[in-house]
């Protein structure tokens, strides 16, 4: 028997008046398993146990958490990358409001990824098969693709959490400039525009605590420096 | 877009440039001063009043109170924006720093050409 002690935040607005701590004994025999694992373990045990899930592979990025303090996805973290002192400590996504246990509202999240308009922008008559790019401009939209929309980042992110509606935050940025970088996209000026109050891209303090989370090794750090290069390359 | 009317040039990327621009010559007129008073370690009144006298010396001394306006305004602005949420603290405790902030101003720039 080798037991984990795991505190799991615990919170059901219906019967519980403030959130609280439950402690539990997972036994995992040993194994050096994953945290969702961890979770599907107590859920056994509680079965009134919350958490999002789907594909645990770490390409859906549901299951996003709070795990000994840093956030990341539950179903790549292995115990041995997280826990210090055999105890392990889960909560919600910090800074977005909880609905139940580790299931947190995205809804901010998910507007202020609207708000910049993540989609291709292109008038111009589409060609009989495909808009073509060159291998160049292509190589400029990897590193910024790839995010699945996890939130890790931009709850882990102070200027996030006090300015969550105004504040675009780091996934919402790496996205902006995967459409600024893309060399098929027309509507470069209408972004920057969109972008150069004091708040959306420049509430950006560069403490990198997205670029030390992002489970798939990403860095917003480096994309909203972009932005910044051509809003002023815009504007000077 | 977010709009904004208390912050300091009405533009983020400006903030942001003005923010950049004034820290290096806050940090250029500190290390000039603190080794200026290093290579004068016997410094009396007529040596420090001559360099004060100096039209360079005052230039270079209100680009750095300048930029010390600007630097505090853009600064403490951003503070205020994140910390403070109530609406009619927040515009008072801005009200305050900005007022300050012309009090230290035209004080130095008497300090400076008032002797």
Request: aromatic residues 10%; glycine residues 6%.
């Amino acid at each position: 028997m080798s037991m984990l002690q795991v505190s799991v935040y615990r919170y059901n607005p219906e019967t519980d008046s403030a959130p609280y701590m439950q402690e539990f004994q997972v036994d995992t025999q040993g194994r050096d398993v994953m945290v969702l694992n961890v979770l599907a373990m107590i859920k056994e045990q509680d079965s009134s146990m919350a958490y999002r899930r789907s594909c645990r592979e770490g390409v859906c990025g549901s299951d996003g958490m709070n795990m000994n303090g840093k956030n990341g996805l539950a179903c790549i973290t292995p115990l041995s990358e997280v826990v210090k002192g055999g105890k392990l400590t889960l909560r919600p996504l910090p800074g977005l409001p909880v609905i139940r246990d580790l299931v947190v509202d995205m809804a901010l999240f998910y507007k202020q990824y609207e708000r910049i308009q993540p989609y291709l922008q292109n008038d111009n008559p589409e060609p009989a098969i495909e808009r073509l790019q060159s291998p160049e401009d292509r190589d400029k939209l990897d590193g910024l693709y790839e995010c699945i929309l996890c939130a890790c980042c931009s709850t882990s992110c102070p200027s996030f959490w006090w300015n969550p509606d105004k504040f675009v935050g780091p996934a919402g940025l790496l996205q902006s400039y995967r459409f600024l970088a893309d060399s098929r996209d027309e509507a470069t000026s209408e972004r920057l525009a969109e972008l150069e109050d004091p708040f959306s891209v420049f509430r950006c303090r560069g403490i990198m605590n997205c670029v030390a989370v992002c489970p798939k090794g990403l860095n917003p750090t480096r994309a909203i420096g972009k932005i910044r290069e051509m809003l002023l390359a815009n504007a000077t | 877009m977010v709009t904004n009317i208390t912050n300091f040039g009405r533009s983020g990327l400006s903030d942001w440039l003005i923010q950049r621009a004034s820290a290096v010559i806050l940090a250029l007129y500190t290390l000039f001063i603190v080794g200026y008073l290093l290579l004068h370690p016997n410094l009396d009144y007529a040596t420090w009043s001559g360099l004060f006298g100096a039209t360079w010396m005052r230039i270079f001394s209100l680009l750095a109170f300048v930029s010390m306006a600007a630097h505090a305004w853009i600064g403490l602005w951003t503070v205020t924006t994140d910390y403070i949420k109530p609406t009619g603290i927040r515009i008072s405790a801005q009200a305050v720093i900005i007022l300050a902030i012309f009090v230290f101003l035209v004080w130095g720039v008497q300090v400076l050409w008032g002797a």
